[in-house]
Nanobody, 118 residues
Framework: QVQLVESGGGLVQPGGSLRLACAASRSIVNNYAAWYRQAPGKQRELVANIFDGESTYYADSAKGRFTISRDNNKNTVYLQMNSLKPEDTAAYYC?????????????WGQGTQVTVSS
């Protein structure tokens, strides 16, 4: 079992920055980790992920503006978001995959709200 706690969301003006954090209750070194977001009335979508250590993937909407990273000493995954736009407004969720006894489990955080508005 892994508990994930997200933080760092809030209200920011267009062009501003936020850093989201996802703290895990156990080591997630080299585990697949991702950030998703879900805007009202829309499906949850992948924003970025990190896997195989430090390989990363970004959705087109995040490329050049967002950076996913991890601090293995703190069991934490981050999403640095710069040049935020109103269309980035959504609840952001952390997702981590953990292998237990040969089976792969997917865990989600409770979400943190990001609102981009002037």
């Amino acid at each position: 079992q892994v508990q994930l706690v997200e933080s760092g969301g809030g209200l920011v003006q267009p062009g501003g920055s936020l850093r989201l954090a996802c703290a895990a209750s156990r080591s997630i070194v080299n585990n697949y980790a991702a950030w998703y977001r879900q805007a009202p009335g829309k499906q949850r979508e992948l924003v970025a992920n990190i896997f195989d250590g430090e390989s990363t993937y970004y959705a087109d909407s995040a490329k050049g503006r967002f950076t996913i990273s991890r601090d293995n000493n703190k069991n934490t995954v981050y999403l640095q978001m710069n040049s935020l736009k109103p269309e980035d407004t959504a609840a952001y969720y952390c997702n981590v995959h953990v292998d237990v006894g040969g089976a792969n489990y997917s865990y989600w955080g409770q979400g943190t709200q990001v609102t981009v508005s002037s």
